[in-house]
């Protein structure tokens, strides 16, 4: 049984979940990380190939005559927050940790090679992707402009996410919509700086971005499909350096989550239109940039098929189809939407039951799903590539 053969190796995966948690790293320096991957891939056999976007790593193994292929991809990096726990295997480097569990998806996928190199109940080509930097700066962008599906050509990829706060082991998935896409526009309001007691004789850039922000809300409430998910969040307002002096700019950073291409463009649009308008009532200008502050990922969209095969797998396992299915898709968004525009695919969640959550300096990836996670995985794989 998949889940006996995976008990035996709970233990060596913790150890190595919980080193990868100790020791986190950031965007395309996932070095060491790298390294772990690599070397357990190759002592399970697998074909691997280092290199891409930096420090991506793309096991490969085969069995059978078919020329079916699946991927699989688990992403590796950290964020820059400050761990606040007690665990012995607190991260060791200051303002970096394992807050997503990145460093447990990688370790699942581990568990998968371990499995699949010992029970080769399938047909076919599995490549699993070890993918840099999905937390910002789009890895699987760069993944893509090395050649990731050209090298290792793919039939269907599928990704997952823990969730907390969803029952352990659970799957979550739908068709269509699975994570929004993700703009982040810089707005910069230009004023007319001057002493802070003669607030007559400037025109201050602190004030019209204060009601800006406020306006900018209305886009969601007031111009939007209320069935439409749409978020808009200024996440960073910065100008000003003393309380005694009015100054010249300030700057906005916004982020703006949608899942579909028409509601993208809509608020793309009010922004920039909105703004200008809005501060030119207090006598400053705005300017909306995408350049070099601002970044974009598109939304996540599961193709029918493989959504239906992860459907299926869940309910071979027995969950409950009413829990399966959602209802909505997620409103944070990840790169691995960049791949899903090229490859039919599947993004879907698997609950890590209660905890803190996503992003929090207090959490921690629970090594039961290291049992769950790889057993899930292998059951799809079996399914997608069935032997003769």
């Known amino acids: 049984m998949i889940e006996e053969f995976l008990q035996g190796?709970?233990?060596?995966?913790?150890?190595?979940?919980?080193?990868?948690?100790?020791?986190?790293e950031l965007l395309f320096g996932e070095i060491r990380t790298a390294?772990?991957?690599?070397?357990?891939?190759?002592?399970?056999?697998?074909?691997?190939?280092?290199?891409?976007?930096k420090t991506g790593v793309v096991g490969t193994i085969r069995n059978g005559s078919s020329n079916r292929s699946i991927g699989i991809r688990a992403d590796m990096d950290?964020?820059?927050?400050?761990?606040?726990?007690?665990?012995?295997?607190?991260?060791?480097?200051?303002?970096?940790?394992?807050?997503?569990?990145?460093?447990?998806?990688?370790?699942?996928l581990l568990g998968l090679a371990r499995y699949l190199s010992e029970n080769r109940n399938f047909d076919g080509t599995v490549h699993l992707?070890?993918?840099?930097?999905?937390?910002?700066?789009?890895?699987?962008f760069r993944m893509m402009e090395d050649g990731l599906f050209q090298r290792f050509p793919c039939d269907r990829l599928f990704a997952l996410h823990n969730?907390?706060?969803?029952?352990?082991?659970?799957?979550?998935?739908?068709p269509g919509p699975i994570t929004a896409s993700c703009d982040v526009l810089t707005i910069v309001i230009q004023g007319i700086g001057g002493h802070g007691a003669l607030p007559h004789r400037s025109a201050d850039p602190i004030v019209a971005a204060s009601s800006l922000v406020l306006a900018l809300q209305?886009?969601?409430?007031?111009?939007?499909?209320?069935?439409?998910?749409?978020?808009?969040?200024?996440?960073?307002?910065?100008?000003?350096s003393m309380a005694t002096v009015i100054p010249a700019e300030v700057k906005l950073l916004v982020g703006i989550r949608t899942v579909s291409r028409p509601a993208r463009e809509m608020v793309m649009g009010r922004i920039r239109d909105m703004s200008n308008a809005h501060v030119r009532s207090f006598g400053c200008t705005a300017e909306v940039d995408m350049g070099i502050d601002s970044w974009s990922y598109p939304a996540g969209v599961n193709t029918a098929?493989?959504?239906?095969l992860v459907r299926g797998v869940a309910l071979d396992m027995g969950q409950d189809p009413q829990k399966v299915d959602m209802r909505a898709p997620f409103m944070f968004s990840e790169d691995f939407s960049a791949m899903q525009e090229v490859v039919p695919s599947c993004y879907f969640g698997l609950g890590a039951g209660p905890g803190p959550m996503l992003h929090d300096p207090g959490y921690d990836f629970n090594d039961a799903l290291l049992v769950k996670g790889p057993a899930?995985?292998?059951?799809?794989?079996?399914?997608?590539?069935?032997?003769?």
């Not at 991957?37 to 976007?53: H, I, N």
């Not at 079996?382 to 003769?388: G, H, I, N, V």
Request: glycine content about 10%; hydrophobic content about 35%.
């Open 9 to 24: 190796h709970l233990p060596d995966l913790t150890r190595i979940r919980r080193d990868l948690h100790a020791h986190p």
């Open 35 to 53: 390294k772990i991957v690599a070397d357990e891939l190759f002592r399970l056999g697998f074909e691997v190939s280092t290199g891409l976007a």
């Open 78 to 108: 950290a964020l820059p927050i400050q761990e606040q726990s007690n665990r012995p295997y607190v991260s060791r480097y200051a303002g970096k940790m394992h807050a997503c569990g990145h460093d447990g998806h990688t370790t699942m």
């Open 129 to 140: 992707i070890f993918q840099p930097s999905e937390e910002d700066e789009g890895g699987a």
């Open 163 to 174: 969730l907390p706060g969803e029952p352990e082991g659970q799957i979550l998935v739908k």
């Open 218 to 240: 209305t886009i969601v409430s007031r111009n939007n499909d209320p069935h439409e998910p749409v978020v808009v969040t200024v996440g960073a307002i910065n100008g000003g």
């Open 305 to 308: 098929d493989e959504a239906a």
């Open 376 to 388: 899930f995985w292998a059951r799809l794989v079996e399914k997608a590539l069935p032997q003769a």
